[in-house]
């Protein structure tokens, strides 16, 4: 099959077919409409095999993924996520790893109203970039640097289990089919992103873990933290996997959560808790904004 055949078949009309797209894939360029009064959010990121993802793994949960983490920083700023672009390099042309792949990205894809408008394909080790672009109403984006002195700092979902699920993958043991759909299927938190919009004075998503992305906000907004360990959301085996080891690094400073880390003054606690109620998405208080350490 041809690189034109391939990317007909497999990446023409991926994804949602939306009316802002007047030109996607086949030309030399996209041409998309950005709505009036809104700012266009981008980010793009790349999973290498064997750096982000084993080479073994199910080419569909690498297409859910790939597109899973861009759409984890457009729920960070807030962003309504709309087209994506995608760069793929492959040492080979295997339909079988393409087919998966293009379907995990797709449905990923459809289920949040993304369009593939673009890309690129090479020939190379196994690795894919992928850009994702969303709209923000214009100067509403939450940004990193907005934490004010006694705000409560959140977290969604449970921290730790996408760590924990590597861990053993890396060690051969058994990993629950539970845990390892949080490493391979992360869900982007984008309803809850967008619905705090407004609400959260600072966020960032999780992707590097709680104490480094946290630590993020605190730098850029020029503000320190007392985190309640006690506090912090677990599932019940990374609970038990510290209540073994005393180790706390799994929901601490493992990566790949992808759940939102914002901060929100006390006043406004009970109205994100609606709107993550909203999105069946449970947060969880973990502790509060303090002046910066000297
Ligand atoms: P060019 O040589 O002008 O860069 P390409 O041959 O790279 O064009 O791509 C042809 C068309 O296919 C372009 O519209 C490009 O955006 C699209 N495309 C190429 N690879 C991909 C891909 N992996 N996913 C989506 N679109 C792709
Ligand atoms: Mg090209």
């Not at 996408?162 to 759909?181: D, I, K, M, S």
């Not at 960032?204 to 993020?216: F, K, N």
């Not at 019940?236 to 601490?252: H, K, M, R, S, Y």
């Not at 509060?288 to 000297?294: E, G, L, S, Y």
């Given at each position: ?143 990193r640097?907005g934490a ?53 004075t600072a966020m ?13 906000i605190?730098?850029?907004s ?41 901060c ?31």
């Open positions: 099959m041809s690189e034109f055949d391939l990317i007909r078949r497999f990446f023409a009309d991926l994804g949602a077919a939306r009316a802002d797209v007047a030109l996607g894939v086949g030309d030399d360029c996209a041409l998309l409409n950005v709505p009036a009064g809104q700012q266009l959010a981008v980010s793009i990121d790349t999973l290498s095999a064997g750096v982000h993802f084993f080479p073994d793994c199910d080419p569909v949960a690498v297409g859910h993924k790939a597109l899973a983490v861009g759409l984890s920083d457009l729920a960070a700023m807030g962003a309504q996520p709309a087209w994506a672009t995608l760069a793929l390099t492959l040492p080979t042309a295997e339909l079988a790893w393409i087919e998966g792949f293009s379907a995990g990205f797709a449905a990923l894809a459809t289920a949040h109203g993304v369009q593939l408008v673009g890309g690129d394909t090479t020939r190379g080790a196994l690795s894919v970039t992928v850009q994702v672009h969303g709209f923000i109403p214009k100067g509403e984006a939450v940004r640097s004010q002195v006694d705000d409560v700092i959140c977290v969604s979902g449970t921290l730790g289990d996408a760590g924990l699920a590597l861990r053993g993958l890396r060690a051969g043991t058994a990993v629950a089919a539970e845990l390892r759909q949080r490493l391979e299927y992360p869900m982007p938190r984008v309803a809850l992103g967008l619905g705090l919009r407004g609400v959260a960032i998503d999780l992707s590097d873990g709680l104490a480094g992305d946290l630590g993020h605190l730098s850029a020029n503000v320190g933290a007392e985190l309640a360990l006690e506090q912090l959301p677990l599932s019940p085996p990374v609970a038990e996997f510290i209540a073994q080891t005393g180790d706390w690094a799994l929901p601490l400073a493992a990566g790949d959560d992808y759940e939102l880390c914002f929100v003054p006390a006043a406004r606690l009970a109205a994100a808790q609606a709107i993550a109620a909203q999105c069946a998405c449970a947060i969880h208080p973990i502790g509060q904004i303090c002046a910066a350490a000297d």
